[in-house]
Nanobody
């Protein structure tokens, strides 16, 4: 069974860069036709897709966040990463990393709570 674990800084100051790591176990992030996603949920709001890295390394971003977002991976560590630049309090959310097999999100991390505040 695939397991995902987010890790990150917790509080982030406005205008700084939010960096999160998702460590994957039980499956390879290079598996073909498997997609690894970052999804967030701000307080009191719906889940919001942030971006994706595919098993082949292609990346896809939410249009509303694309200019500030980078997703990368380290295949030797079986980890993928999120960087969100120039954060504001509106970026405060629980950030989840997830696995998608084309049919749906079938594995989720426990979530990393990130607060943007000075």
């Amino acid at each position: 069974q695939v397991q995902l674990q987010e890790s990150g800084p917790g509080p982030v100051a406005p205008s700084q860069t939010l960096s999160l790591t998702c460590a994957v176990s039980g499956g390879s992030i290079t598996t073909d036709r498997i997609y690894w996603n970052w999804i967030r949920q701000p307080p009191g709001k719906r889940l919001e897709w942030v971006g994706t890295v595919s098993g082949s390394g292609d990346t896809y971003y939410s249009p509303s966040l694309k200019s500030r977002t980078s997703i990368s991976r380290d295949t030797s560590k079986n980890q993928f990463f999120l960087q969100l630049r120039f954060v504001t309090p509106e970026d405060t959310a629980v950030y989840y990393c997830t696995r998608e097999d084309g049919l749906g999100f079938d594995s989720w991390g426990q979530g990393a709570r990130v607060t943007v505040a000075s």
